[in-house]
């Protein structure tokens, strides 16, 4: 594998449920991030993690919780998530000068029923 | 706040022919770095061209080429000899440090055979 690579490419989850998007970078990276991209609207800025450490959380509800393991993993905890988080969901990864390309997985397309 | 305008939400262009999309942002920094992302029906954002502020001389690559305006703040893209596999929507990009990137709303380009 090269690149990002995220898990699962398609979830459909109840509100009730709890599941987990994972994100793996093969780039030596030491940042990591969580983008949101809903129809008709800018990619958001969700979390972002720097040598594991997160950094940034653009007031993101609760019900999304980010886990970095280690600077090649990052995971997007979600739970009792509402129909208007449906989405997709990007990852990306970069080096931690700040302003160094963000490099992007192929995204997890979430449908919350 | 920084934001980003694409004023364009779709393009179309013959194959072979040459299109540019728009971009405008506002910000009161000097240094800076703009980017255009093109995201396939792959959904995988690709990075097509990266600009650094500082630099007056216009980057390139391949077929794509921008026109930095810094005084104006515009950063168009432009596509030289169009292929049907650049259909995609595209992304103009913002970068001030702390690794945060800040989006457009997207154009999406279809390229008529």
């Known amino acids: 594998e090269t690149g990002v690579t995220q898990t699962p490419r398609h979830l459909v989850m109840g509100m009730t449920n709890k599941k987990s998007l994972k994100c793996e970078q093969h780039l030596g990276h030491n940042a990591m991030y969580w983008y949101k991209q809903s129809a008709k609207k800018p990619l958001e800025l969700m979390f972002v993690?720097?040598?594991?450490?997160?950094?940034e959380n653009n007031s993101v509800p609760s019900r999304f919780s980010p886990e970095c393991p280690n600077s090649s993993h990052l995971f997007l905890h979600l739970h009792t998530l509402q129909p208007e988080d449906s989405a997709l969901y990007l990852c990306?990864?970069?080096?931690?000068?700040?302003?160094?390309?963000?490099?992007f997985g192929p995204g997890t397309r979430l449908l919350v029923l | 706040a920084q934001t980003v305008t694409q004023s364009q939400p779709e393009m179309s262009v013959q194959e072979a022919e040459t299109v540019t999309l728009s971009c405008t942002y506002d910000?009161?920094?000097?240094?800076?770095?703009l980017f255009w992302y093109k995201q396939p029906p792959s959904r995988q954002m690709i990075l097509v061209i990266r600009?650094?502020?500082?630099?007056?001389q216009n980057a390139t690559e391949n077929r794509f080429s921008v026109n930095f305006q810094k005084a104006a703040k515009s950063f168009s893209l432009k596509i030289s000899d169009s292929q049907l596999g650049d259909a995609a929507m595209y992304f103009c990009a913002y970068s001030r440090g702390a690794q945060k990137l800040v989006f457009g709303q997207g154009t999406r380009l279809t390229i008529n055979p």
């Open positions: 990306a990864s970069s080096q931690t000068s700040g302003e160094e390309t963000q490099y």
């Open positions: 910000t009161s920094e000097s240094d800076y770095y």
């Open positions: 600009q650094e502020a500082y630099k007056q």
């Open positions: 993690y720097s040598l594991e450490e997160r950094v």
